[in-house]
């Protein structure tokens, strides 16, 4: 029996398929490290392009977001369908399709280029939005296309190729590996397979190394020694947790709602939405003096770092532009500018406790309003710590972030991510109707091509 044991041992460890296999798959988490690194420098320049622009022309910079809008969404429309939005709801659709051809439409190399491209344009042109919902897509993507070159077979394997090259994704992103992996738990999969932790957490390891050594070991928002005690600062706690729940809720209500509302019209004229959007943004950047523009990764490491002001309209105002950036229809994420949100609403009530660090109470709006809007409070405080290199912190974020879940739950019983999951396969399902609704398509037999995976 033991001699039986070593030979299958063996024949696992000399197996030429299951060496290929391991090669392609860490070549696939390296690959979503490196793309990942190259995004985030684009990002940032397409960022910074916008705003020293804005700085050197302000009035010729309003015109940029509608006309900028107007172009993303014709190449979106025509090239790159199905790269719209920020790229989770469909990753995690993707984890619940039957059929290999409905996962290749919006997870093919195609839409990896496009939610690139239009991303940094939709940077370009000062729309509120983010990388890292784009990147888990990209992610998903780069991992799942490895069923091209490997024979990866079997259902659990394509969720967990998904699942990995997500997490991947958010790893590679932040350069925070531990959020990538309780981000994949606690978002991309509510039914978590067991089996899928070794391939999930050699993704975000390979791919998280492979960020750091192009980009380097930094920290998103710098590194912040703030501290306080639960003692002292457990009124902020309260209040962080009870505004990041109630603005993350209801951010999360109106988009799902606005979406809800304008499907129609955003179908039959998606550019004048897209311009009507540009416009709205350009008027909440000349209210905000331009700091409602890109990500607000800006706006967020200052209130971190002390080098600027708390203002009590700039979370406002923000809270408005990302709104007006995800329904103009263009791809795009809603992290970064919702830690953004979340630091301009902890910083606004440091006037009430002027014995807390204002980087505290950042940190707290932070992780409240981004467990408001996504209901992930483990991985919201997680990302927070690793992205400020802060661990002493730990009780008081996840006060904040569990308060926040509470009231954001009941404002907004289904989590957005999911919700937006389920109305995306919802559109798929009616786009293939009319097709399945033919005399002759109920006639045809299945072929090989629609076989479930």
Known sequence: MHRKHIHNVRRYVMSTRKWKLRVVFWGGAITIGAIAALFAMASFESDELFRSFYQNHPVLSLLIPPTGLVLIAILTRYVFKGAEGSGIPQAIAS????????????LSPKIVVGKILLTCGGLLSGASIGREGPTVHIGAAIMYS?????????KDITRGLILAGGAAGISAAFNTPLAGIMFAV????????????GILLIAVILAGITAISILGNYTYFGTSAATTTLIEVWPAILICGLLGGFFGGTFSTLLLLLTKLIANFAKQHPFTLAFGCGLMISLLGFLSSGHTFGTGYHEAKDLMTGDAQPDMMFPIYKYMATIVSYLSGIPGGIF???LSIGAGLGASISEFFPYIPLAVLAMLGMVG??????????TALVIVMEMTDNSSMLLPLMATALIAKGISRWICPRPIYQAMAEAYVGILVNQDEPKTSKPEASKQKPTNSNKTD
């Open 336 to 338: 970064a500018p919702s």
């Open 95 to 106: 984890l619940n399709m039957h059929t290999s051809i409905a996962r290749s439409a919006i």
């Open 186 to 197: 606690e978002e991309m999969s509510r039914s978590f397979e067991e089996r899928t932790n």
């Open 369 to 378: 309003y981004f467990t408001g809007v996504a209901q992930t409070p483990i």
């Open 146 to 154: 490895l069923r091209r070159v490997a024979p990866f077979r079997g």
